[in-house]
């Protein structure tokens, strides 16, 4: 049984920054791809980025430089470093095993960008 925890959302101003924690169980987690993905209100779920299992990573064009994916295999745990934030990246965040995205999710945490 997957399980997918998230954490470390919040409210931040814009151009400051976060850290997104996922912690993971169910699966053999240091051989398996991870992902991000996101859901503003009143719209369709964004995938965000992805790491490979050794440890290469993958993002949608509007994130590259802004937000940083790595993996802690011993902790079972993937992070999603967020920078220079602006305010259209309001969402709920969830993270998922493999690279695409798609659920099963956690149960996501809110990242709130606002002056």
């Known amino acids: 049984q997957v399980q997918l925890v998230e954490s470390g959302g919040g409210l931040v101003q814009p151009g400051g920054s976060l850290r997104l924690s996922c912690a993971a169980s169910?699966?053999?987690?240091?051989?398996?791809?991870l992902s991000w993905a996101r859901q503003a209100p009143g719209k369709g779920v964004e995938w965000v980025g992805g790491?490979?299992?050794?440890?290469?990573?993958y993002y949608k064009e509007s994130m590259k430089g802004r937000f940083t994916i790595s993996r802690d295999n011993a902790k079972n745990t993937v992070y999603l470093q967020m920078n220079s934030l602006k305010p259209e990246d309001t969402a709920v965040y969830y993270c998922?095993?493999?690279?695409?995205?798609?659920?099963?999710w956690g149960q996501g945490t809110q990242v709130t960008v606002s002056s």
């Open positions: 998922a095993r493999g690279g695409s995205g798609t659920p099963p």
């Open positions: 169910g699966f053999t987690f240091s051989v398996s791809a």
């Open positions: 790491i490979y299992s050794d440890g290469s990573t």
